[in-house]
């Protein structure tokens, strides 16, 4: 009866676990997670180790640098349609500029928990690259 009910819980772990690993996470919303964020008005050092911490960069080692894009998501995604102009491959240059927050690993360490980030405020115009008229990846600030 114990081996039953052993077999019973760990099925039904299992099959609760079953969403998750059907679920996963696009190159949309890979980009989204890593690049688009709220500005809070913190600090930009603690702003940086508080969303790269939240948004699951420093898990397994920390990210050397990456930069958020204050915006709402659809003025964001519009940069691969009508908010953006066509540069090169897969690339579109933003029209507008955006508030953005560019993190960069300090000389300290490069493994959790010693992931500490410097920040930067800057308004610019960016690039990313689309696919199928979604942003997929963060190339540069112009």
Known sequence: MLAYSVLVLFVALLLGSLPTLSQRETRHGKFHRQHVAANSGLDAR????LMMQQRGMTNVKCKP???????????????CNNGGIYSSDNYYNSISAFELTVCRLTGGGTTPPNCNYRGRFSTQRVQVACVNGLPVHFKQAL
């Open 65 to 79: 640098s990456n930069t958020f894009i204050h915006g709402e998501a659809t003025a964001v995604d519009a940069i």
């Open 46 to 49: 603690l702003y940086c180790n």
